[in-house]
C-alpha cells in the first residue's frame, strides 16, 4: 500500500471510518467530511485494488481518502471499500499514516452488533491513553467491558504501538447502513473533541446518506467479483 499526501499537518487527531457491521464508521466519517471544512490531503493506494473508482454528484470519491480539517486540526481517513483481506496491511497503512503527521491520536469508528435485550442506541469506549480514558468517563460514555474487535479496527488495536487509539463504538441491530448508529457516534466524538457540530442532519438525512453508501458499495463489490472472475479466467 502507498500513502500519497499532498498536505502533511502535524499533531492532529486521526479519525477513521473503515466499512463495517452497519457501515457506521463510513456513514460518521462521510458526515464530517461534508459537515466540517474539509479538504482532501491525500489517498491511499494498493495494487490489489479493483481497477474501478465512484462518481457521485458529478464528483470523484476516492476509495480511500484522506481529509484534513484545520480549524480541529483533524485528519479524516474515509474508505469505502472494505478492507477485506487486507486488515494487517491497512492497519500498518495506518500506522505509517499517524508517524509520518506526528499524530497525537487515533480515533476509531465502528459500529457493534447489539444484544437481544438492548435497544441498540447505547454508546462505547475502548482507549489505550489514561488522558482520553478521564475524558471519555467525564462526558458520560461507558467503557466496553467485554467484546470481541474485528477487521481494521482490530487490527489497528493491535500493530500501531507509537500513537495513542481511542475507539467509540455503537450499537446497531443490522449488518445494512445504520445512520442512527452513525449519528451516536457524531454525536459522542463531537463530546470528546468539543466541536459544537449539529449532528441531527444525519439523522434528517439518513436516507440519502444510506442510499449513496448502499449503491457505491454493491457497485464496488460488483466490480471486485468481476475482476475475480476474469482472474481465474486468465488462470484456469
Known sequence: MEIKLWKKPKNC?????????????????????????????????????????AIHDNKL??????????????????????????????????AKLA???????????????S?????????????????STKLFEKIG?????????IGVTGAVLLRVEKTPISCIFAETHSNLPDSKAAAKIVEALDKYIGMDLDYKP?????????QKLKTIMQKS?????????KKLSYFG
Do not use: C
Not at 457501515?23 to 490531503?41: M, N, P, R
Not at 508517524?99 to 452488533?113: F, P, R, T
Not at 463489490?221 to 472472475?229: G, N
Open 13 to 53: 487527531a486521526i479519525i477513521e471510518g473503515f466499512p463495517g457491521f452497519g457501515l457506521v464508521g463510513t456513514i460518521a466519517s462521510e458526515f464530517l467530511i461534508e459537515h466540517l471544512k474539509t479538504e482532501q490531503i491525500g489517498k491511499i493506494l494498493f495494487n490489489d485494488m479493483p481497477a474501478m473508482v
Open 61 to 94: 470519491v476516492e476509495p480511500l481518502g484522506v481529509f484534513y480539517n484545520a480549524k480541529y486540526n483533524l485528519v479524516i481517513l474515509h474508505a469505502i471499500t472494505a478492507a477485506t483481506h487486507y486488515e494487517w496491511e491497512m492497519a500498518e497503512t495506518v
Open 99 to 113: 508517524l509520518q503527521l506526528e499524530a497525537k491520536e487515533i480515533v476509531s469508528l465502528e459500529g457493534v452488533g
Open 115 to 131: 444484544g437481544e435485550d438492548s435497544e441498540g442506541d447505547r454508546i462505547f469506549y475502548y482507549s489505550n491513553n489514561e488522558k
Open 141 to 149: 460514555i461507558e467503557a466496553l467491558k467485554e467484546g470481541i474487535i
Open 202 to 210: 444525519l439523522l434528517e438525512q439518513a436516507e440519502k446518506f444510506e
Open 221 to 229: 463489490q460488483e466490480a471486485q467479483e468481476i475482476s475475480d472472475k
